[in-house]
């Protein structure tokens, strides 16, 4: 077996995305814009559905000024519950389906149904893509 399939072995693996999950989760929900720097993937997009139906987008520059003015706001650390659903990794590709729950998107509280693609370049797992429905509690 080579070096590679063994390295791959043990980062392509639905833990190793449970892992990349939890840190984004972790450092989103503290609003540590620096982190997020090298969580999100230099194409980064993501998709909000609102609860009327409105798509908002943003690019990785957009939804990082997203959560520093949040943390300008002075506002406290977001909720961090997650339901999970299903990891699913596809070669360098890997996609997580979660349910979330917090107020970072809208100000006030909000179910969020996650559909989040990671793609393994650099050495590490980054999100290239999220598509997020929010629903009320």
Not at 41 to 67: A, C, G, Q
Not at 96 to 107: E, F, I
């Amino acid at each position: 077996m080579s070096t590679q399939s063994n390295s791959q072995n043990q980062t392509h693996t639905k833990e190793a995305i449970r892992e990349a999950m939890d840190h984004l989760i972790d450092r989103a929900t503290h609003f540590d814009v620096g982190a997020l720097e090298t969580i999100y993937h230099k194409d980064f997009h993501t998709t909000l559905v609102m609860p009327d139906s409105k798509v908002i987008t943003y690019n990785k520059r957009e939804f990082i000024e997203h959560f520093a003015k949040q943390a300008e706001e002075g506002k406290t650390q977001l909720n961090t519950w997650a339901d999970w659903h299903d990891f699913n990794i596809i070669g360098n590709t890997a996609v997580c389906v979660l349910t979330r729950k917090h107020s970072g998107m809208t100000g006030e509280e909000m179910r969020l149904l996650c559909n989040i693609e990671f793609r393994f370049e650099d050495g590490r797992w980054q999100v290239i893509r999220e598509a997020i429905f929010l629903r009320p509690l």
